[in-house]
């Protein structure tokens, strides 16, 4: 792990003194924070990323084997009483409702490993070096899209093998595919906000709590009509089952555009609340020690 991170970091600084063609090479002064070295300085550290997770047996289990099993169970036990109620096949919110929460609940992953590298010191020691300063917090909700991403193809595998069929086009499932990541990484900066200013891990892990609310109280479980009256307003207006109505309209059929773009405001407005907290956070934690 030390040596891996340790050649991120070396790779992540390469790009700050490019050499000159010509017959000698000399080298180019560059600015640590020049927008020239974030976009590859951010892949290097969103590869460190993936790859330290790749190695997580927990991590890939809780990613892509619990999401699998979890679909399987929901189809088994309520698949058939949601044709019923609904006419169409409980799939088309099943699949986007497990792809949302494997999503979700991933994110906590990378809140403890933030607080993890904190706490050991790695935050620090690629603050020291010469690396753009928003490339180690970008990188890490690049991860995090990359991972909520492979854990919705993943899930639409387990899918199109019980069943699930995409009705309304090429470009619709394309969507479809990006949708969870949307919200999920909206989610994903605000666990990672709660992290850097947590002095242990139980406020991040607590956030399951809500995970499983939103989670429990969406169209993804049941059709809103079956839900009481006075819960329906809330059921209906979460992110969770904006975000699950789009995708059954992209795959099936509904409305796509309204759904769309009330996922999007929540997760835009989700950001406009954590950005700033979440850029002081990582640089405290960045200069800690």
């Known amino acids: 792990m030390a040596r891996t991170d340790s050649r991120a970091s070396a790779s992540a600084s390469k790009a700050q003194a490019p050499y000159r063609p010509g017959g000698r090479h000399r080298m180019e002064r560059i600015w640590e924070n020049s927008p020239k070295q974030l976009l590859p300085q951010v892949l290097v550290l969103t590869g460190r990323i993936l790859r330290r997770w790749s190695r997580d047996p927990a991590t890939l289990v809780q990613s892509l084997v619990m999401p699998a099993g979890f679909l399987v169970a929901l189809d088994i036990v309520l698949g058939d009483v949601l044709e019923q109620v609904t006419g169409a096949s409980g799939l088309y919110s099943q699949v986007p409702l497990v792809a949302l929460v494997g999503g979700m609940t991933g994110a906590i992953i990378g809140a403890v490993g933030i607080m993890r590298e904190r706490e050991v010191g790695l935050l620090s020691r690629f603050w020291v070096v010469p690396v753009h300063r928003a490339a180690g917090l970008l990188a890490r909700l690049l991860a995090d899209f990359i991972r909520i991403v492979l854990i919705t193809l993943g899930v639409l595998c387990v899918g199109l093998a019980l069943g699930f069929r995409f009705e309304q086009g090429a470009l619709a499932a394309v969507a479809w595919v990006f949708m969870p990541a949307l919200f999920g990484v909206a989610l994903s900066a605000a666990v990672l906000t709660l992290a850097l200013f947590s002095a242990n891990t139980i406020v991040p892990q607590a956030t399951e709590i809500l995970i499983a609310?939103?989670?429990?109280?969406?169209?993804?479980?049941?059709?809103?009509?079956?839900?009481?009256?006075?819960?329906?307003?809330?059921v209906e207006h979460q992110p969770v089952?904006?975000?699950?109505?789009?995708?059954?309209?992209?795959?099936?059929?509904?409305?796509?555009?309204?759904?769309?773009?009330?996922?999007?405001?929540?997760?835009?407005?989700?950001?406009?609340?954590?950005?700033?907290?979440?850029?002081?956070?990582?640089?405290?934690?960045?200069?800690?020690?």
């Open 213 to 234: 609310m939103l989670m429990f109280f969406s169209i993804g479980f049941v059709p809103l009509d079956q839900y009481p009256e006075w819960l329906q307003p809330i």
């Open 241 to 289: 089952s904006y975000t699950i109505e789009a995708m059954r309209g992209l795959a099936l059929e509904g409305p796509v555009a309204e759904p769309v773009l009330f996922s999007v405001l929540w997760s835009a407005g989700i950001f406009a609340v954590c950005a700033v907290p979440l850029a002081i956070g990582f640089r405290r934690a960045s200069k800690r020690g």
